[in-house]
Each structure stands twice: as C-alpha cells, then as structure tokens.
C-alpha cells in the first residue's frame, strides 16, 4: 500500500475559542526522519494526533498516497512522550501488540527484544522498570509488525544523555530501513542530530517547513532564530 | 456469663453443630449465587459504560450511586411487593424461598459492583486511552484488555460486594422470612436467636461473620499490593 507523499490540507483545530492548528498545510514524498520542532504548546503534539487519528478529522485534511488515515491505520504506531505500558512484563506488552497486529508471536517477540537489546529486562514487570527502559519498550512495541510510519512524541524529553543516544540511535536505523519517522522536539542539538526535514510550529502555525540545513540558515523568523540560539 | 457464652459458642463451631452448619452453608449459597450473578452483569456493564459514554451512561452512573445508598429494608419492601403473591412477578412464587433471597442480594450488590467497577475502569482507561485507540482495537478488545489490565481491582470490588451482601439483614428477612432450616441465614439467624435469648448460637454466628469479614479485608489488602 503506497502510503506517501502525506498530504495535509488546510487542517485547522480550536477548541473553546482558542484556536490549537491555524490552516495547516503538509506535503511530504520521502521516507526521511521529519522533525516536528516548536516550542511548548505550539500544537507539535497535536498534529502528530491528527496524523494517527487519535482525534478525529471531520474534514478528511489528510491523507497517506492515495488513502485516508483509517485506511492505513493497521500500519502506523505511536510512541508517547510518556511511556504507556501494560501492568505485564515486557515479553508480555511485545507479545500484546504482537497479537493485536497478528503477527508471527514469540518469534518476532523475540526478534524485537534482541534488536533492541531487552533481554535482560524481558521478564521484568514494566511497573519496575526506569523511564529510559520503559521507553524502549514503548519502540519495541511501536516497531513489532513492522509499521511503515512511527509517530514520536518527543520520546527523549525525559530522558537522560545514555538512552537519548540509544533511543536516537534506534531511530535512526528504523529511518534507514525505510519506516516513515514523524517525531516531535524541541531539543535542537537532537534535531541537528538526527532530523532531516524540519516542520516548525509556532502557535498552531507552520512558519517553516524544508530540510534541516535550510532550517538552520534560516533568518526569516525571530521565533526560529531564538529558538535556534537558545537551543 | 460472657466467658460462659464464648465457651459455648467455640464449642459450637469446634463440633461442628448442624444448625449452625446448616445456615452457614445456606448463607454462603445464597450470597454466593447473588455475587456469580450480579459479576456476571456488573463488570462488563461497568466497563462498557466507560467506552460509551454519553448523556445514558451518566444517568445510570447517577441512579447506580443513588441505588448504592439505598436502605436494605426498602429494597427489600419493593421486592417484596413485587414477588407477593398480588405482585406482578407473583406468578414466580417465590416469596419466602432463597431465590428471592439471592434476588434482593443481586439487587442490593449490583449498583455497588457497577458503580467500583466503572471507577476502576475508568482510571484505567484514561491511562490507556491514546495507546488502546493507537492500536486501532475494537471496543470488544478494548474491553477485555481493560478488565483484565483492571483484574486485581475488579478482585477487589468482588470481595467488597460479598462483604456487603454476607452482611445484610433486612432485605433478606422480608423477602425469606427467616423460615428455620430453610431460609434461615447468619445475619438473620442473629437477630432472631438475640431477641428470643439464645445468645450463644448468634456470637457462634456473629465469630463467623467476624472472621469472614477478617478473610476478605486480608485477601483485599494482600490485592492492594499485587496492583
């Protein structure tokens, strides 16, 4: 199933007056890491909601190739800035989704963990484990079954330097297999590191949207410059 | 006297003593069967209230906490009415027969297990909202995960019904009747065998209930540090 380019067409979003996604428009053709960068409460996570369906789009903005967002559900997954776990081990929340997506169980169960070097906390209860160990099993679970496009929000904010790196190295490979990466940050050095296409939101707006070198030269925004130097 | 009413009391219990036997045995029959009956109904109810929200399932969160608080008597009074032989459910006939009695305890516990049961579900599905809608799952698959993922609790609100219906009086005695050897249960047998005197089979009855309710406040507590 062809799933790019993406297209999102005038989305706007307000709830009580206040107006969360102003007019946003998205067109994105390549299986790059893009970056949803802007500061706290620009509407980062919002859109990437939009993006998984987790809320409804009435005006059927967006699109994957030829097809709508429920369409291609089955294939997308979501890693949420706080890790949401099953109160089970890790084996068992792989194996969980596994299940959920039908895929081949305890071998590729297996697989992941071994990927993503788990196996010494497999059959550790996630309540036991800490938020960097947590959140790699949130990307264990998002990757089993093999989704053609993984949302990120910001799953490296609460983490320290060692998992960023891990986390960002896994990233990383899973863009390099050809998995579609949209992930939200507003950590510069980490969207030096690894975006490639940069979105920048300010106040439910895009006032930038291209390549990352682009994004670093750029000095059309006081916001983005700020942000840039502050960063 | 009291040393002597323990003694007598304990010597019941320790031999075994068919009355006493015998009521326990119809008491745990009869709130058993309301309890299989009632969580039967209650925790998917519970949890499909919680997927389908809407302005229904507000009004029946209402009338199940109303219900929650509602005295034992009159519960048992409108059973009563209903199941008399002039009731409209008379033709079932039966008024002063367990099944009644299991009726007003499914009835009496129902509410309490519906309304825990959405509490507890609810929490959980606000933790596990985005990441059960992440997986495209139907609100069956919804649901099961949440009730297992709630299993300890629901344990819980389980033991809390048993130990509200194992200790109700009034509505058991209108609509039983508190018939010897027949629908003679522990809280009934107590408040019987006190006003006519014979007080060593009520403390016999009344240890029990002490220890029953002991039992589940442990199984409860032990729960609460599996979750």
Same mark, same amino acid.
């Given at each position: 199933m062809k799933i790019l380019p993406i297209k999102i067409e005038n989305l706007s979003y307000t709830i009580k007056d206040s107006e969360i996604l102003k007019n946003i428009n998205i067109f994105s053709d390549e299986k790059k890491i893009t970056i949803i960068a802007g500061n706290n409460g620009s509407g980062k996570t919002t859109l990437l909601k939009f993006m998984h369906g987790l809320i409804e789009d009435p005006s059927n903005s967006i699109s994957w190739g030829s097809n709508s967002i429920r369409e291609i559900k089955e294939q997308q997954s979501m890693v949420f800035q706080t890790p949401i776990l099953l109160n089970r081990t890790t084996f068992e929340n792989i194996l969980y989704v596994a299940k959920k997506k039908k895929v081949n169980k305890k071998h590729s169960v297996n697989k992941i963990i071994e990927k993503l070097n788990l196996e010494s906390i497999s059959n550790t209860d996630a309540r036991y484990l800490s938020g960097g160990e947590k959140q790699k099993v949130a990307i264990?679970?998002? +990757?089993?079954?093999?989704?053609?496009?993984?949302?990120?929000?910001?799953?490296? #904010?609460?983490?320290?330097?060692?998992?960023?790196?891990? %986390?960002? #190295?896994? %990233?990383?490979?899973?863009?390099?297999?050809?998995?579609?990466?949209?992930?939200? #940050?507003?950590?510069? #050095?980490?969207?030096?590191?690894?975006?490639?296409? +940069?979105?920048? *939101?300010?106040?439910?707006?895009?006032?930038?949207?291209?390549?990352? *070198?682009?994004? *670093?030269?750029?000095?059309?925004?006081?916001v983005i410059k700020n942000y840039i130097s502050y960063g | 006297m009291l040393s002597n009413i323990l003694e007598t009391a304990f010597h019941l219990i320790f031999t075994l003593n068919k009355d006493l036997i015998e009521i326990i045995s119809l008491s745990l029959k009869v709130t058993i069967s309301a309890l299989v009956i009632s969580v039967i109904i209650s925790i998917p109810f519970g949890a499909f209230l919680v997927l389908y929200r809407n302005k229904l399932q507000s009004m029946v969160i209402l009338i199940s906490n109303t219900l929650m608080g509602m005295p034992p008597v009159v519960l048992g009074l409108i059973i009563y009415t209903l199941v008399s032989k002039r009731g409209i459910f008379g033709f079932l006939d039966i008024l002063y027969t367990p099944s009644a009695m299991i009726v007003a305890q499914t009835l009496l516990i129902t509410p309490i297990v519906v309304s825990l049961t959405y509490e507890e579900i609810y929490k959980k599905y606000k933790d596990y909202y985005l990441f059960l809608n992440s997986l495209n799952l139907s609100n069956f698959s919804k649901l099961k995960t949440l009730i297992y993922e709630c299993r300890y609790a629901l344990i819980t609100v389980t033991l809390t019904g048993f130990g509200r219906a194992s200790a109700e009086v009034g509505a058991v005695m209108i609509v039983g009747g508190n018939i010897n050897h027949f629908t003679r249960v522990m809280t009934t047998a107590i408040a019987f065998e006190t006003s006519k005197g014979s007080i060593e089979l009520a403390v016999a009855l009344g240890l029990i209930l002490i220890l029953i309710s002991f039992m589940i406040t442990l199984i409860i507590k032990s729960l609460r540090k599996i979750k």
């Open positions: 264990a679970m998002s +990757i089993i079954g093999n989704p053609t496009i993984i949302f990120l929000d910001e799953p490296t #904010s609460q983490l320290d330097p060692v998992y960023k790196n891990e %986390i960002e #190295s896994i %990233i990383s490979e899973l863009s390099k297999d050809g998995t579609k990466i949209f992930m939200t #940050s507003h950590d510069i #050095s980490q969207i030096k590191r690894i975006g490639e296409e +940069i979105i920048f *939101l300010d106040k439910g707006e895009i006032i930038f949207n291209g390549k990352l *070198l682009e994004f *670093l030269d750029q000095d059309i925004s006081n | -």
